[in-house]
Structure formats: structure tokens, C-alpha cells
């Protein structure tokens, strides 16, 4: 290591200069590296030597060839537990959070996530069971699923769940799949060769359609933001796999001719998928399955509160009709023996069923497979199924109607400083555009997301969807009380004629934050994606390749 | 805030919802106290019986996680924030997923490293197509050694392009030593990669040198599967041939928690960083001059690229990443080493004790590293009969080859105690 002269954090995050290590150049860096902190034999945390029994009982056994050895250690930092805690908890520092900050960030659902959530996921019990222990060791783990399946095949009106898929684009692959399957099974695989989506659909959607081999196809929206249905129809036949629709859309508007698309898509013999990344504002309204889609996934991480993580773990269960279960991933949790009411019955009210055995279900022969290892995000089922029992029948309700009714206060609060593209009733998120600030004022939307960030507030996902230009998209969650709507009302309005009266103040923001605006296009233009030691010469150029747009952010 | 938004009840506020489709009653019970809904947990937890001794691994190992790793994940800052797209106001969590490229790339001597995946078994499967597309081949081989979860996962994802899979035999015959012959491999032809463990799934140490050899010889991309503790004492990927490395990152710091949520490794040469799956974090300046790292090379990935991307994958396990970064800081290169050794200490001590008491022999010749397969009469009876007790004697292989039955696949880690031992031979003893 060649930095010596790493300066203690400057703990108002305005950082400090000092030699970095990449090339002796003067940087100002608000927290230094942890390798900028490392010190020759420094350490946080001990280990045992190795015992007499161990050393005489292993003679008799082969050591590793010297030709497999390692030859230089991996140059880790060496740093005291205090230093090191010292730096995570400075980092810590630098983020906004749920925690800390409003974050009405649309079509992420960033509601609070309750600390008894942590609390269960980390019992022994539950976080020490390991997944291939025998089944009769792991009968809560497996009950748990069980149980959490059941809630969710109750929420969504599906006959059956996979909790496999470790997050909304892995069930959307997880339903891809399955849609391929039902197909082969039908022997037309081979002609189905297109996925339909909205052209205000999440990127995720069209991504994973391209790797199940499909060709994604665009269907416009039409004037009221909802799926042009005319278009929808004439693209639909025998080529077509599958329709796959977010509603509520990310305009944040509810479909209102889902039936006919429903009904479109069947009778053209594809599959109905419904991304359920917006099911936060129909809990207790809308059942998909119930309504004819035949696959959906849930964002266990939106919906049902388990922690973002500064993006993941997340955990994308799927939800299936009747045509497209055998197709499920294996293993599935299954109740081998027990009456299923019962034990339901017996769940709800805090008991054990003791004739009650649950096993993992290899025999699954139409599965598609696996789609993780083992079983699923575990640790965010319980999360889940601790907040779906929470809250309960009443609380899950009360969550959609709150979650509406906030973003569409800020919906009419707004509308009036900011142009509203679609009008109508929002679902759990408001959609506004920044064309007026930029036309008139030369304000864009990053601009004022960036405004916003000096006042202490997340700001709403930007340029996303892409059918709205300079979008704002705003989705408050249920979680936040009148009184920060109405912060954020007041935000927005004084931003909106600062644009007016200052639009240079705008364009200078963020003003407060740990960083000012970075220059994103040479990062990506000399990538720099890992610290070089002193003896790493410059590492290999990447090849040119497509050029990075300056990235809208979704 | 009803006469605020012009509707006169909550019902209102749902209008757009078609009468026809209308959500009917559902089966939810009532909302808990938190006192009542944490009773309800410590029910479920209490119908776990978590082993008293436990030599099971087979992808999954208990290792200590030091306390200080628990007090940073469990920061609101990093656990209650989301993926980094206001930079300005992440820089807690970009810098960290730095921290963990630069970790992951200097464990494995690769020289980019994506900011994680799901799982070692989907970072190996997206390791495996992201070979076709560099090498625009549409076939992958696949060591029979490799964990038999991530064979089933690389077959599904690769279901999904087309891709045809090859398996590449592992010798399981009597007195060989359980690694993928590289004569044998000789459906590499056309194929984008070779894809091999080390250690594989059987704890036996593979020639990845000559694996990665043979891949190159075809044209092909080697992929090695790699466990991140072992790399402390094990040649690292890079310095043998490796393309792209797969691991998963779960011993590094991440409970065994039935499965889940884990942390996917996955580095390359930064020649195909550009078909990289995932998200990649960068240094940069900002307007002042100052450090800053922001999510980079985001051409690569669906929120810009739609149907173009290189992948579909949009969360990936940040917290978890930060997790193994807080490891791989609180143990630093001597604790490392020291986890490797002791594990592989115990591992010998396990496999020498139950060869001396005649109670088992290895099943292979060959080198291992912390986990071994061994011979066991009537296997499956035994293993049963320990776990009654709560002994967990191991992984038994009876699901896999023929060749394997009566076997168990035993794993130590610094966590295994001599007593541990101990009382597995005296219970091994009692069921004879």
C-alpha cells in the first residue's frame, strides 16, 4: 500500500485532499477507500490456531499439491474492527434512506419497512436452518413457505406459487419459461415466436423476453394512457407467446379495458403475464388471477416491505393459473401430510398442527426446472409472511387505499405546477412531466430531481416511463404522513418557481449533498471499476462498444 | 384528504376498477400485535431443530460471521435505500459495491467484477451465456463436478436462448479421484465454455490449469466456479486461464438461512466487460473535482438497452454484497487464510478419525480441500438415524450417480469442533 497519508474522515462529508493511490494524483475524496485505511498485520477479528487432535488426527491425509497453492495473498485491507466500523458507519452517512428521507421513488414502492420484520429473520431458529438439512429438522422453515404461499395465492386469486425467483425480473424469466413450456406442451412452440409489450412497460419486461428466445414487440398506449387496444388486437395471432402488462401501469392508471385484453390474449391462445410490480395499490381490489391472467410475479420487496438493501435482495415469487402449474420450478413446499384447512386454520391462530408434514416436491415432471439454487430468497419470505400476518385482512386493504389516496392528494396538489400528461385517477403513483420548466424555463426534470435532493427528499424516479417526456414519476407509498405530502408539496411548488425565477439556481443543485453532480459519461468512457493497487499498472482499456447514453435513470 | 382529491369515499378512489373483475373475499387472517405476530415466528422457528453438530455444506457452509458484519448490514442507510440512481445521494452504497469489485477482483485475480447477482448457481448460468456471446457459439460444456443445483439452474437458463448443454464426466470409478478428466472433454468442439469447480461438488481439487487448457485449445472460454473462502489458499482463477469466474459469496459472511438471499460472485477480463451481465459501479469526478462513483457502462442493461440487453437483471443483492464486503474487511488476509486452514484442518481431522475408527473410508484418491466425500455402509439408515439426535452426518449423495450410493459428503469449517467430531463417531458407532 502506498498510501500513507489517508486523512482521518472529515465527518461533515465534505472530505479532504490526499494522495490517492491511482497514479500519485491529488484527489479530494470524501471517505477514503478501506484499501486507503489498510496497514501491514492490522485486523478486526481473531481465529483459533488449529488443535493437537486436528494436527495428529490429519497427518494420514493428503495436503493440497503445491501446484494449486496461491502464491500472493489477496491483498484485503487490514484494518481494526473500530476503523472499520468507523468507515461503513461514514458511508452510511452518504446515503439517503427510507429510514432518514421521504423516497417517493415510483415503481419501487419504497414504504417503511417494519423492524419486526428484522427482527424475525434473524431468530436462530430460522436464520441458522440450513437448506439441505433433512426435512424432519426443517419443518418451520417449510411451513413458513407453505404458509406464505397460501397468503399470497389468497392476495393474487392464483391457485398456485413458486417462491423461487430471487427477484421481479427473475420471476419474469421464471414466467417466461413457463410460457414456452405451455407452448411446447401445445406442440405450437416452434410459431410463437413474439412477446407483446406495452410501450410503457419496464425494460425488465422486453429484456426477458429476449432471453427466452422471443422477439419483443411494442404495443403503443393510447390517449388516456391505457394499452391501445386496436393495436393490441391486430398484433395479436398465432405468432404471438404472450401479452406481458404491468397494471397498474407505470403511469400509475389501472387498465379499465383489462377484460378485453384478457380476453384478447386468450382467445389468440397466448399467455396473459402481469408484471406485479404495482400490486401495492390493489390489495383486496384486484385479484390477477382471478381476473384471467395466468402468471404473475410479486415483488416481495415492494409490496410486502422486506428492506430494498441499496438494491437487493429482493424476492420475486410467481403466481400461476391452472394451465401453466405443472410448469412451476421444482422443488415446490408442499403439505405431504395434513388436511390443508386445518393447518391454515390452526396457523392463523398461532398454532402448530401436529400431524402436520411438510416436504419439498422434487416430482414436478413438466417443471421447467430451477431457476435459482435451492429454494428462494428465504430470508425475505419471513420478512413477508411477518408483515402479510401484521397487518392482517383489514391492514393489507388499508395499505392500497392509503397508498391511492396519497398519491392521488399529490396528484391534485401538483398538477397545477406541473403538467400531468394523463389526468385520470392514479393508482399508487403520479406520473408529472418537466416539459413546461424546460420549455420555458430550460429546467429540465434532472435538474429538478437534483433540486430536490438539496431539500432533504428522494426525488421520484426520472425519464421512466419512457412514453412521458421528462417524467417525474412520483409514488409516495401509504407509509408517509400528511404532513410529509404536504413537505413535499411545498417542495415541489417553491422548486417549480425557483425554475421560474432562478433557473440557474436549479442548474448549479445539488448544493448540500456529500457529492455534486458526477461526470457519469467519463466514467464510463475510461471505466474505473476497481481499485489499483501501486504495482497495478493501468488495467486493459475496455474495447469500444456501444456508446453509453447519458443514462436516463428508471 | 378525500375533499382534497374530489371523491367522496375511499371506494371512489378505486372507480377505474370494472365492476366484472373486482377482487371477491379472500382468506387473510386478522392483522397481529407485534407481540402476538412475534410469538407466531418464534412458533415457526421453534419448529426448526437446528443440529447440535452439522457436517453439511454442499453449497451452503456455517462459518462464524463476526458480530461487527451484523452491525453494518443492519445500518437503515444501506438496508432501507435502494439501487443507487440518484448518485449524489448514494454514495454510501456505491462506494461499497466498489469496495466489493475491488475485493472480488484482487480474491480472484480477475480484473472487473460485476456489483453481484442472485446466486453462484444463476452468476455461473449467466457466466455460461455471456461466453455464447462472446464467443457467438451457441453450445456450453459443463464438468459433471459442478454442484448438481447450478447444473439444473444453467440447464433452465439456458433453456431459455437455446443453448445446448455437454456434460463433461467426472471420474467417480473405485480408486479414482473425482475430478473432470480434460482428455474426456472431447465435446468441446464449438463450444463457448468450459464450465468446472474448484473445489467441486464432490471437495475434490480439480487441474484447472489443464481444464482451462483444454477449453482454450478449442477456442472456447473457461469458467471457473470457484468457493471464495478457499481462495485464500488456492491459486486464484486468473492466474490459471480463467475467463470468467462464478462463486457464490454465502461463506463470506451471510447466514445459511434455508437458502436464501445468498450473494453472487461473478469477474472477467475487462476485454468483454461490455457483455457483462449486471450492474457495474465506477470511480469518477464530480464538478468540484472530488471522488464519486456512480452505476457505469449502463448500455449493457435493460432499463437502457429494453430487448438489446445483456441481461434482464435489475435488483441485484446489494446488501448481501455488503455483507461479504464487511467480511472479507473484518478478517483481512490472515483471517482468511486462517478460515481456510482451520476448515481444512478440520476437514482432515474428520475424514483421518473416521478412517481410524473403521467407520468410513474416502471415496476418492486424489486431493480435497474442506469437504470430502466418504464411504459409509448403509448410508442412508445412518444419516436418518444421527439426524433423530440431531446430528446432521453430512450431505447424502444417494440422489445423485449410482456410483455414489453409501456415500456422504462431509464439510468442516472453523466452526467444527474436536468434540463435534467426536460425537459424530460415537453416534456413527452406535448405529453400526
Known sequence: ?????????????????????????????????????????????????????????????????????????????????????????????????????????????????????????????????????????????LELMWLLAELLKEVSGFGAISLQPAAGAHGELTGMLMTRAYHRANGDSEQRTKVLVPDSSHGTNPATATMVGYQAVTIPSNARGGIDLDALRAALGPDVAALMITNPSTLGIFEDQIEQVIAAVREAGAIAYMDGANLNAILGRFRPGEAGFDVMHFNLHKTFSTPHGGGGPGAGPVGVSERLEPFLPRPMPVLAEGDPDEVRANAWAGRSTSEARFALDEDRPRSIGKVRSLYGNFGMFVRAYTYIRSNGDAGLRTISEDAVLAANYLRVMLHDVYDLPYDRLSKHEVVFSGRRQKRQHGVTTLDIAKAILDRGIHPPTIYFPLIVEEALMVEPTETESLETLDHFVGVMREIAELAASDPEAIKRAPITTPVGRLDEAAAARRPDLRHRFADIADAPEAPAGTPTPEAPTA | MLDAVGVASVDDLFADI????????????????????????????????????SFLGAGAYRHLIPSVVGEVIGRSEFATSYTPYQPEVSQGTLQSIYEFQSLICELTDMEVATASHYDGATATAEAALMACRVTRRSRVAVSAGLNPDYRRVLETYCSGPGVEVVTVP????????????????????????????QPNFYGQLEPMRELADAAHGEGALFVAVVEPTSLAVLQAPGSYGADIVAAEGQPLGIPVSFGGPYVGLMA??????????????????????????????????????????????????????????????????????????????????????????????????????????????EAARRHAALAEQGIVAGHLLERGEAELRDTLLLAATELTADDDIARLIDALEATR
Open chain 2, 170 to 197: 467426472v471420474d467417480l470409478s473405485e480408486g479414482g479421484d473425482g475430478t473432470t478428466d480434460p482428455a474426456a472433454s472431447g465435446g468441446l468442439d464449438e463450444v463457448a465454455c468450459l464450465v468446472a469447480a
Open chain 2, 268 to 377: 472477467a477480463r475487462m476485454a468483454s466487460v461490455r457483455q457483462m451481465p449486471g450492474r457495474l459501479v465506477g470511480a469518477t469526478r464530480d464538478v468540484q473535482g472530488r471522488r464519486g462513483y456512480v452505476l457505469t457502462l449502463q448500455a449493457r442493461e435493460q432499463h437502457i438497452r429494453r430487448e438489446k440487453a445483456a441481461s434482464n437483471i435489475c435488483t441485484n443483492q446489494a446488501l448481501m454484497a455488503l455483507a461479504a464486503t464487511a467480511y472479507l474487511t473484518a478478517v483481512g488476509p490472515s483471517g482468511l487464510r486462517e478460515v481456510a486452514e482451520l476448515s481444512m484442518a478440520q476437514a482432515r481431522h474428520l475424514a483421518g478419525a473416521l478412517e481410524s475408527a473403521g467407520l468410513a473410508e474416502r471415496r476418492f484418491g486424489g486431493a480435497y480441500l474442506n469437504e470430502v466425500v466418504m464411504r459409509v455402509p
Open chain 1, 1 to 141: 500500500m502506498s498510501v500513507a497519508e489517508a486523512p482521518p474522515s472529515d465527518a461533515s462529508g465534505r472530505g479532504a485532499a490526499f494522495t490517492g493511490a491511482a497514479g500519485g494524483e491529488e484527489v479530494t475524496v470524501v471517505e477514503p477507500l478501506i484499501f486507503e485505511r489498510s496497514r501491514a498485520e492490522r485486523r478486526a477479528v481473531r481465529f483459533p490456531g488449529s488443535t493437537d487432535a486436528a494436527r495428529q488426527a490429519g497427518s494420514s491425509q493428503p495436503g493440497v499439491p503445491a501446484s494449486l497453492l496461491r502464491d500472493r495473498a489477496p491483498r484485503l485491507p487490514e484494518v481494526s474492527e473500530l476503523e472499520m466500523l468507523r468507515h461503513f458507519n461514514r458511508l452510511a452517512h452518504l446515503n439517503m434512506a427510507i429510514d432518514l428521507n421521504f423516497y417517493p421513488l415510483g415503481s419501487c414502492t419504497m414504504k417503511y419497512n417494519p423492524k419486526v420484520n428484522e427482527w424475525a429473520a434473524r431468530l436462530p431458529g430460522l436464520a441458522e436452518s440450513h437448506p439441505l438439512d433433512p426435512e424432519a429438522l426443517s419443518q418451520g422453515s
Open chain 2, 18 to 53: 370494472p365492476s366484472a373483475v373486482r377482487a371477491g373475499e379472500w382468506d387473510v387472517p386478522s392483522p397481529l400485535s407485534e407481540q402476538e405476530v412475534r410469538a407466531e415466528l418464534a412458533r415457526l422457528a421453534e419448529r426448526n431443530r437446528i443440529p447440535t453438530v
